[in-house]
DNA sequence: GTCTATAATCAGATAGAC
DNA sequence: GTCTATCTGATTATAGAC
C-alpha cells in the first residue's frame, strides 16, 4: 500500500515525513555506498544520510552486506536483461554487437547507482564474489559476440576478441565513473559510445 | 644503499631474509589495497601479507594511510611527467592525441598497481582528495588535446569533446581492471588501443 | 628491524522501550 | 517504525623489550 493510502485509511490526514521500506533506504545506502566506497561506508554514515537511527536501519534488513546484495542483485538483473531481448539475436553478430552495446549503455544510465556499486566490488566477501562471478558470465556473452563478429568480418581482424570486448566494456562501464542524469541526455551518450566503437574518432558520422 | 652491499659492508656474509623498507613495503601493501581495497585492507592484513609484525609496519611508516599517499604519488608522478615529453608538444593535436593517448597505455603497464590504486580513489580523506584533484587537472590535460583536435577536424565534430576525452580515458583505466603483464605485450595492448581510438573496431588496420 | 602486549576508538549488530 | 543504550569484536596505533 502507498504511503498516502496507508495515512488515508488510519485516518491521518495530516502531512509527514516518509517512513522508509527497505526500497526508499537502499537508495540511499547506495548513494552512500558510491560516495565513500562500500567498506568505507559505516552503518553511522547510513544512519546519517537517511536521518533515521542504525537500529532503524536494522529493522529493514539484516545486515550492511544485505543492502548490497540487493543493491548488485538488482544491477544484475538489468544486464541479464538484455541478453534474452530480441536485438541481442539478431542475424548478423556486428548488428548485435552494436544493439548490446546501445542497450547496455542504457540500461547504465536508468540503473546508475545500483550498476556503480557493481562495478566496484572487490570480492571481499561471499555475496561480493558471487556477483564478480555473474558479472564475468555478462562479459563473456559479450566477448562471444565480438569473437563471432570478428568471424564475420565485421571487425578488423587483426585485433584480438577478448582484448576488444574488455576495451568496450571498459569504455562503457567507465560512465559510471562520471555520468549524472541530466546534463548529458543517455540518447547522445549512447550514439556516442556506438559512434566511437564503431567508427573510432575519425569515423564518418 | 642494497641489501647485499649491506650485508657486505657489515662484514656478514650469510644468506638472510631481506628485510623490509619503505619501496619494499609499499609495493607488497599496494597488492593488498588492489585485492581487496585500500578501506577493506586492515594493518592485520598487510602484517599477514608482509610477513611482519603490524608494529613493524608502524616502524617504517606513520599510517596506513601514508602508504597509500606514497603509491598516489608515485603513480600521478609518472603520468605528469608525460604531459612534458617531446612528443606532447607536437605540432598537429591528433598526434598529440596520439602520442599521449599510447603513453598513458605505456605508464599504466609500466606502473600498473600504483595507477591502479589512484583509479580507485574516492576522496574519504584530505590525502584522497588531494589525488583526486591532481587526476582531474591530467584530465583536463587531455581534454585541452582532445577540443583542439575537434577544432583542427582531426576529430569527428559531432561528438562533443568533453564525452570523447572521458570516454577513450575511460577505456584506457579500464585497463587496470584485468590487465596482468606477461599474456599480453603492453605494446599490443597500446596498438589496439590507438587503434580503436583513431579508427574503431571497422578501421583500416 | 622486529616482536608481544595493550591502549583507545570505532564498527556491526542487538535489547527493549515507546 | 523509530528510538536510546549497550554489547562484542575488530581496528588503528603505541609502549617498551630484544
Redesign the interface.
Known sequence: MPEAAAASAAGTVRARRAQYDVARLLAVAVEVFI???Y??TSMEDLARATGISKSSIYHHVESKEQLLRLALERALDALFAITSEEGAKTARAIDRLQYVIGRVVEVLGAELPYVTVLL?V?G?TETERWALERRRQFDRFVRAIVIE?AADG???????PA??E??????I???T??YRPGR?EVG??KE??V???????????
Chains 1, 2 share one sequence.
Not at 166 to 171: A, F, Q, S, Y
Open positions: 560516495e565513500r566506497g567498506d568505507g566496484r572487490r571481499n563478429a565485421g571487425v578488423r581482424e587483426d585485433l584480438r582484448l576488444v574488455r576495451l568496450v566494456l571498459g569504455m562501464n567507465s560512465i565513473e562520471w548529458v547522445e551518450l556516442t559510445v559512434a566511437m566503437v564503431m567508427g573510432g574518432l575519425g569515423g564518418t558520422p
